[in-house]
């Protein structure tokens, strides 16, 4: 098994998974994560037992619908309940999302060990619901905006990530220039600055922001995408959990 990680998050459990080390079969090899999209309930469920085996923790998961609500969790739990982030602050626990080109986004807060989850694709970015997070950490466990760190995860790159002339334009104007690149023929979004604007947009200062930078349509060893494979493919998953024992910022 393979999981990337952030240094900046260094003192959370936490990472990326990559298709490294899973035990489902094409199309989905090998560590796909989801049975939405056709694979052999076995084979994941085997993939969920090798994850949690390898890191020692419990996974809270929802049913991600490209919004922007936020649950609070205390407990595992399988997906039912709908939302597009997971904050907890019982540690053992992983707030955890499923992506395969959307972003996956991690939140810390050194202070509180609390921690969140968050899955942008377009309209999730457009929502800011990384923004929705950052204010439900506030809320729920006193976290400081200014505090917080957090880590931009695996998602489909400036390089692969063609739009329509329109959805650019909603980029330029609703989040900013630096979200869109100028290509000759068709406009592409930039997820990953996106969502570091929204970061910042929100309050946590640029240097304790990363962004991992690593495109999930370029590299079909590491990851699935959606874009390049269609919609027999896997996912991946970004997870974060409080520190068992407390730390010093
Ligand atoms: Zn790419």
Redesign the pocket.
Known sequence: MLILSSALLAGFPHGFTTRAGGASRSPYAGLNLSTSTGDEGASVEENWARLRQETGLSFARVKQVHGSAVARRDAPSLPGEEADAVITARPGLAACVLTADCVPILLGDPSSGAVAAVHAGWRGTLARAAARAVEALEREFGARRENLLAAVGPA??????EVSPDLAERFVAEIGPSACMVHPRTPRVDLWTANERVLCDAGIPPERIEVIER?????DEAFFSHRRDGVRTGRQVGFIAPPRAPFLD
């Open positions: 489909i790159g400036p390089c692969c990530y495109c999930t349509a370029c590299d």
